[in-house]
C-alpha cells in the first residue's frame, strides 16, 4: 500500500472511531456532527485523487459510476448516482452540523446528505477489504445524530416489554426515539441497504405494535440505497421486492415512512400502490420532523 | 489436496448434485432417500479416516468433538456432539431409504438421523473452503424428502395470495406441504441454524395466517442445531434467545412445532415456557406425522 494511502486509512480510522464512541456517548451532540464532517471532508479529498468510472446501469432513469483505485489490488467502490453525488460540497458541509440543513433547498439537501453518506462508504470500499461493518456503523452514527438533533432526544437501542410478566424482558431494536410521555415514539431501524432482510424491519414493528398497542410506536425506516454492483460485467441493478414489501405492510405491520437516499425506482412507485406507502427523500424528514415531533 | 482427498471430494461432488437435481424433480421418491444414504457413507468413509478432537463444551450437559485434518491448512469442522454421533450406523442407513424410520426406537432413529445430517456437513466442513451453501442445501433436501415422503406429497415453495387482486402474487417460501383440499397445509422453514435470522420465520408465518386465516397452514420449523464452534479457543457455545422466541411466537405468529436434531438447551426449556412452545427431536416427527396429515 502507497504511503499517502496508508496515512489516509489511519486518519479516516482514527476519526470513524471518535465518532462510534462519541454517537454511543451524546448522539446529538454538536460534535457528533463535527467528526462526521471531518469524516467526509477526509473521505471526499482522497477520491478526488481517485478515478471515476462510469458503469452500465440497468436502473432507467440512473446513471451511476464507481471510484477506483489503480495498481495492484486496484478495487472499485460501490456504485454513485452520479445525479446525487456532489463533488463540490466542501463549502456546504457546515449545514451538517450547525443545524441549518432545514433551511436548504430540499434538492441541494439530498445532495449533500447522500455526498456525506457515499463519500465515507467508497472510502472503505476502497482501503479496506471486505468491509461492510464501518460503512454500516457509520450510516447509523449519521443518522442517529440527524434525527436525535432534530428531536432533540437520543435514541435507546431496546424497548421494554412485557410488563406484566414477573420477569422483565426486552427487545433489542435499532433506534428507538422517545419523545416523553404522551409524546410520539418512533421505531427507527437503519440500513445501508435492505434486500432481503427488510422482513425483520416489519417483524419488529409487529411485535412493538403487539406489545405496545397499534400506533404507539411509529415506525420509519431509514436506507441509504439497493444498488448492487457486479464487478465483472460492470452492471448497476436494484434489488427491489416491491410485491413482498406490499405483502408485509398489510399483514405484518405497517411502517410510518421508508426514508430513502437514494430511492430505488420500484419502491418509489409504492407510494401509488394499494395502500400507499411512504417512500420519500430523505432529505424530507428536516421538513417534515416538526410535524412528527408532535404526532402529525 | 492429497489423491484421495480430491477423488472423495469429487465423488462427494457427483452425488450432491443428484441429490439436487433428484429432490428438485421429485423429492419423495425413493431415489431421493438412497442418494442420501450414498452421500452419508462416502462422507462417513472420509470422517473415519480424520481424527477426532475433543472440544471445550460451554453448554453444561452436552460434549462435543471436531473432525479435523492434519498437514498443511488442516481444518476443523463443525462442532458435533458426542452423544448424538453414531459412528457405527452405516448397518442402519437403509432406514433412511425403506420407509422404516417410524419403526426405529426413537433415540436410535435420532441419532441416525442426526449422523446422516452431520456427516455430509463436517465432510463438507473440512473439504471445501468457506461451504455454508452446500450443506444447507443438503439438509433441505434431506428434509424435503422426508417430509414430504410422509406425508406422500412433494412441496412447493410459494405460495399464492392475494386472489381478490387483479394481479395475482406470491409470496416465497421455504417448504409449503399441502395435503389437499380441505386437508392440512404446512408451512416449514428449514434451516442449519436460525440465530437472529429465526424473526423470518415468524414473520412469514404472520403473512401466511393473515392471507389465508389463521390455523390454514401450520409453521413447522426444522433445525439442525445452534452450536457455535470458536475455532481458536475450541469453546462451543450455543447462541439461544429464548426471550425473543417467546415474544414473536406471542406477537407475530405462533408456530406449530420446532423440531431440532440437537435440541439448543435453552429452547428445550421453552417446552415449559408461557405460553409453552413445542421444541422436540425431529425424531418424533416419523410418530406424530400421521395425525398431524390428518391435522391433529
Same mark, same amino acid.
Given at each position: 500500500?502507497?504511503?499517502?494511502?496508508?496515512?489516509?486509512?489511519?486518519?479516516?480510522?482514527?476519526?470513524?472511531?471518535?465518532?462510534?464512541?462519541?454517537?454511543?456517548?451524546?448522539?446529538?451532540?454538536?460534535?457528533?456532527?463535527? !467528526? %462526521?464532517?471531518?469524516?467526509? *471532508?477526509?473521505?471526499?479529498?482522497?477520491?478526488?485523487? &481517485?478515478?471515476?468510472?462510469? +458503469? =452500465?446501469? /440497468?436502473?432507467?432513469?440512473?446513471?451511476?459510476?464507481?471510484f477506483v483505485t489503480h495498481g495492484r489490488g486496484g478495487k472499485m467502490s460501490r456504485a454513485v448516482n452520479r445525479e446525487l453525488f456532489d463533488h463540490n460540497c466542501l463549502n456546504k458541509l457546515r449545514h451538517v452540523a450547525d443545524g441549518t440543513l432545514a433551511r436548504m433547498p430540499p434538492v441541494e439537501r439530498g445532495r449533500l446528505l447522500y455526498t456525506v453518506a457515499?463519500?465515507?462508504?467508497?472510502?472503505?470500499? !476502497? %482501503?479496506?477489504?471486505?468491509? *461492510?461493518?464501518?460503512?454500516?456503523?457509520?450510516?447509523? &452514527?449519521?443518522?442517529?445524530? +440527524? =434525527?436525535? /438533533?432534530?428531536?432533540?432526544?437520543?435514541?435507546r437501542?431496546?424497548?421494554?416489554?412485557?410488563?406484566?410478566?414477573?420477569?422483565?424482558?426486552?427487545?433489542?431494536?435499532?433506534?428507538?426515539?422517545?419523545?416523553?410521555?404522551?409524546?410520539?415514539?418512533?421505531h427507527v431501524p437503519v440500513k445501508t441497504s435492505t434486500r432481503e432482510?427488510?422482513?425483520?424491519?416489519?417483524?419488529?414493528?409487529?411485535?412493538?405494535?403487539g406489545v405496545?398497542?397499534?400506533?404507539?410506536?411509529?415506525?420509519?425506516l431509514v436506507c441509504l440505497a439497493e444498488t448492487k454492483l457486479d464487478h465483472k460485467s460492470r452492471e448497476v441493478i436494484e434489488i427491489c421486492v416491491p410485491k413482498q414489501w406490499n405483502l408485509y405492510q398489510r399483514f405484518i405491520a405497517p411502517m410510518r415512512r421508508f426514508y430513502y437516499f437514494d430511492i430505488p425506482k420500484k419502491y418509489g412507485e409504492l407510494v401509488e400502490g394499494e395502500p400507499p406507502m411512504s417512500v420519500v427523500n430523505f432529505s424530507k424528514f428536516f421538513d417534515e420532523a416538526a410535524d412528527l415531533a408532535v404526532g402529525r
Open positions: 500500500m502507497p504511503a499517502r494511502t496508508a496515512v489516509v486509512t489511519k486518519k479516516l480510522s482514527e476519526i470513524y472511531e471518535l465518532l462510534k464512541d462519541q454517537a454511543a456517548h451524546d448522539a446529538k451532540a454538536a460534535e457528533v456532527g463535527n !467528526l %462526521l464532517i471531518r469524516l467526509a *471532508q477526509t473521505s471526499l479529498d482522497f477520491l478526488s485523487r &481517485c478515478t471515476q468510472d462510469s +458503469l =452500465i446501469s /440497468r436502473v432507467p432513469g440512473k446513471a451511476y459510476f464507481s457515499m463519500s465515507y462508504c467508497c472510502a472503505a470500499d !476502497l %482501503l479496506k477489504t471486505r468491509d *461492510q461493518k464501518t460503512p454500516a456503523t457509520f450510516f447509523e &452514527c449519521m443518522i442517529g445524530h +440527524l =434525527i436525535a /438533533r432534530a428531536f432533540g432526544v437520543n435514541p437501542t431496546q424497548v421494554e416489554v412485557l410488563r406484566l410478566e414477573e420477569e422483565s424482558s426486552t427487545l433489542p431494536t435499532d433506534f428507538i426515539f422517545d419523545l416523553g410521555s404522551a409524546k410520539p415514539k418512533f432482510r427488510v422482513i425483520q424491519v416489519f417483524a419488529h414493528q409487529r411485535v412493538l405494535d405496545h398497542g397499534f400506533g404507539k410506536f411509529k415506525g420509519i
